[in-house]
């Protein structure tokens, strides 16, 4: 004998399931506009500004090499690439990893972090498990095993309620990392709003990343450009310039346009 179809009063709708959304979408809108008045710029010190313009030279040699004499093109390959006394055979640079201990300004980004993200979810959680405790908001339309209960039906013990009945606690967690597309479409793609994003992002840990290794780069372009010939681009220019029909009329009128000065 099938159970009885459960029923929800539509007040539950009005005075749960939706405050409950709109609560979680405004507090994520909040937390976004805070971590941006909490986030520091980054400082970057004169050795890593001058490393990354090398590599920017060295990619532009490589792809806008075409552009001059060969003569030209082989002396930066040799400035960068010489075996003996080469730019990227030459510069070692000492990576020094990150510290907590040692560096103050990263202990002070945690804290941020902790106090953007952790914070306004444990009590924003823990006041609509508070308010809201007991009710039963939605049901998932589709079928679900006994293990979901204890993650979709928080604050309710009631061993006969089907699995698939979600209480208001569970529903505030499903909103938290379910508005990402609303918080991408709002307040766009790398917004301080996406919880899902910052969780994953701690897990695995991009928040306390190491930098780049600069010796690493500097094998890496050094090989790129090794591996680059010259190819002259511009070895027929003037016969293909002189066999085009050129229009000089406008180059010999009496009335001189306005717009070049």
Not at 173 to 192: A, C, E, K, P, W
Request: include cysteine.
């Amino acid at each position: 004998m099938a159970e009885p179809e459960l029923l929800l009063d539509s007040n539950i709708r009005l005075w749960v399931v939706l405050p409950i959304v709109f609560i979680t979408f405004l507090v994520g809108v909040i937390r976004h506009y805070v971590s941006i008045l909490l986030q520091s710029d980054k400082k970057l010190t004169l050795e890593q500004v001058s490393d990354s313009q090398v590599l920017i030279r060295s990619r532009i040699l490589r792809e806008n090499g075409k552009y001059i004499p060969k003569q030209s093109f082989l002396m930066r390959k040799f400035y960068f690439n010489n075996p003996d006394d080469g730019f990227f055979k030459k510069t070692k640079r000492k990576v020094v990893p990150p510290s907590p201990m040692t560096d103050p300004s990263m202990l002070t980004d945690m804290m941020k972090g902790n106090v953007t993200n952790v914070l306004p979810m444990i009590l924003i959680g823990g006041w609509i498990n508070w308010t809201f405790s007991g009710f039963v908001t939605t049901k998932v339309p589709f079928p679900l095993t006994l293990r979901f209960k204890p993650m979709l039906q928080q604050g309710i013990e009631l061993l006969s309620l089907d699995a698939s009945w979600v209480s208001s606690a569970s529903w505030y967690f499903l909103n938290v990392f379910g508005l990402r597309s609303m918080y991408s479409l709002i307040l766009g793609q790398d917004n301080g709003a996406d919880q899902s994003r910052i969780m994953q992002d701690q897990i695995s840990g991009a928040a306390m990343a190491m930098p780049a290794d600069t010796n690493k780069a500097f094998k890496a372009e050094w090989e790129a450009l090794e591996l680059t010939d010259h190819q002259w681009a511009l070895d027929s220019v003037e016969e293909d310039l002189m066999c085009k029909d050129l229009d000089l009329s406008g180059m010999f009128s009496k009335e001189l346009p306005t717009g070049i000065f």
